[in-house]
């Protein structure tokens, strides 16, 4: 039987710096996503990758005495690395420089070109060099750029330019047919009212003030401008081939069922990729979700301020699931999210600790102590245990809206809910009362059971969002049973298996002493 497929992509990371902990959060986020599909047993294909060219790259490496190519190699390779301490599952880690891309790249600029979407033209404007974009005066934010609040200048140079307008009235109509295509619902109103029904500005795509870019073959002055390139590598890397010879992987995966992005970058992926698509007689992505920044404290990171935090700083310690979990279950599905030290120590102590580790120690204790960590089959049931199993049960339906409409944190509560559920099953059913009774032997069998495998349940779709820890738990249950069909029934962990020993899956943290042996890492580190 074929499976069906799904693609998720993350943005392409610029390779300007090491990312941050904001940067890594649209990794984890798709990566959660995307192991939640395989283990519904989805063909998936994930992608991800860096945006390796332009002005700012090549200002960079000059500043540091290095050719641009080694510079973003160094950076690329930083990025996967980062990309590996969080533990995600990518397909495909993509690089911009990549010489088939590139190729592909200039192929598109010159179709577009022979067909008459782009053309050569000047550009005067306002032009902000971080972002590598031009505005115009009324979109400037208090005279500075609308998307990184820094200073802009005046410039003026040779350009293409690619006729947005030419597919305006196609692109509103697209997505006043597709509700879902641009998500949260406040991003698809934001795009509309203050870029598309104004109307669009033609697109400035190539450049001549600097080099270090992919060139127009035509026209050896100009490199083609980031955008073209950057957005191109979510087909170009598939196989997708301009004159008609697209790959087998190409046919099959696109259009990409959800390109993940920050909201920042959302005029690019739902304006200009779009059109570019349509021009190229290409269908559509079927979605686009522009994701909240994650701040620390009430501002967005930057190296200015000093308030940057890196994930495998964070990793070290805290261990990576625990960093997944509050970036995954603290970050709201529409707004800003705030991650500080304080917030971390506490999601961990009262969620990881608290309320899975615990639970899962003290019932693995009780098996062993009471059972010698055989699993008996459960035989005398009463009123109460149907009630956890029902919720049991129900929570796969619940995980799964809740991840089909992008809200992974709410998905998180459902999972969650089995464990808090067992804990108060713990205190309903007192197995240490019944452990000194005789006659309730079987009693005490069917209460532990019932907390074995509710949490067995727990811990399969558990796999998608902290999988180190999805494995520990089934290490100490010994089964091999992580399958999502195994969910459907209550009774897959076999009677007669002999558990393992219990081992904290977290443990939990002094505050202050903690706070402190961070403050001592940065002085170190600033040292």
Not at 13 to 40: F, Q
Not at 382 to 411: C, F, Y
């Amino acid at each position: 039987m074929m499976k069906e497929k799904f693609y998720i992509s993350t943005a392409i990371a610029y390779t300007s710096g090491k990312p941050h902990i904001g940067n890594t959060y649209e990794i984890v986020l798709a990566d959660a996503i995307a192991r939640y599909k395989r283990l519904l047993g989805y063909d998936v294909y994930f992608q991800t990758g860096t945006d390796e060219h332009g002005e700012k790259i090549q200002l960079k490496a000059q500043a540091q005495g290095k050719d641009p190519q080694e510079f973003v190699d160094e950076v690329a390779l930083e990025v996967r690395r980062i990309w590996d301490v969080m533990n995600t599952s990518y397909d495909k880690f993509v690089r911009t420089s990549n010489p088939a891309h590139k190729e592909m790249v200039a192929k598109i600029f010159k179709k577009l070109y022979d067909q008459g979407d782009i053309y050569k033209g000047r550009y005067e404007g306002l032009y902000c060099t971080p972002c590598e974009s031009f505005f115009t005066e009324s979109q400037l934010v208090d005279g500075k750029c609308p998307d990184c609040g820094r200073e802009v200048h005046v410039a003026s140079e040779e350009a293409y330019f690619f006729k947005l307008d030419n597919y305006a009235k196609r692109l509103e109509q697209y997505i006043e047919e597709h509700p879902d295509f641009i998500q949260p619902e406040s991003r698809k109103n934001e795009i509309m009212n203050n870029f598309i029904k104004p109307g669009l500005q033609d697109l400035c795509v190539s450049r001549t003030s600097f080099d270090w870019g992919v060139p127009v073959t035509f026209d050896d002055k100009h490199v083609i401008y980031v955008w073209i390139d950057a957005l191109s590598n979510y087909i170009t890397f598939l196989g997708y081939d301009v004159d008609g010879n697209s790959s087998e992987e190409f046919k099959k995966y696109w259009p990409a069922d959800i390109h993940l992005i920050g909201k920042d970058i959302l005029r690019f992926h739902t304006i200009y990729w779009p059109i570019m698509l349509m021009a190229l007689d290409l269908p559509l992505p079927k979605q686009i979700f522009g994701h909240p920044w994650v701040l620390t404290g009430n501002d967005k990171m930057s190296k200015s301020k000093g308030n940057i935090i890196y994930a495998d700083e964070l990793v070290n310690l805290f261990g990576v699931d625990a960093v997944r979990y509050y970036l995954l279950h603290e970050i709201p599905f529409s707004s800003d999210g705030t991650i500080t030290y304080e917030l971390l120590i506490e999601r961990i102590n009262s969620d990881l600790a608290n309320i899975l580790g615990n639970l899962v120690n003290r019932t693995i204790s009780m098996s062993h102590k009471y059972f010698e960590g055989v699993v008996l089959e459960p035989k005398e049931m009463e009123p109460i245990d149907q009630e956890l199993i029902n919720l049991v049960l129900e929570t796969p339906k619940k995980v799964e809206v809740h991840m089909n409409e992008l809200r992974i944190a709410d998905a998180i509560d459902e999972i969650f809910e089995i464990f808090r559920r067992c804990n108060k099953y713990i205190d309903e059913t007192t197995p240490w009362t019944l452990s000194k009774d005789e006659t309730k032997k079987e009693r005490l069998a069917t209460v532990l059971y019932n907390l074995l495998e509710s949490i067995r349940h727990g811990a399969v779709l558990l796999q998608a969002f902290l999988p180190d820890t999805a494995n520990a738990i089934f290490h100490q249950l010994n089964t091999e049973n992580r399958y999502v069909d195994s969910l459907d029934t209550f009774k897959g962990l076999d009677y007669g298996i002999i558990l393992n020993r219990p081992e904290p899956l977290f443990a939990r943290i002094d505050k202050e002493k903690k706070l402190q042996e961070i403050e001592a890492y940065h002085e170190k580190e600033g040292a």
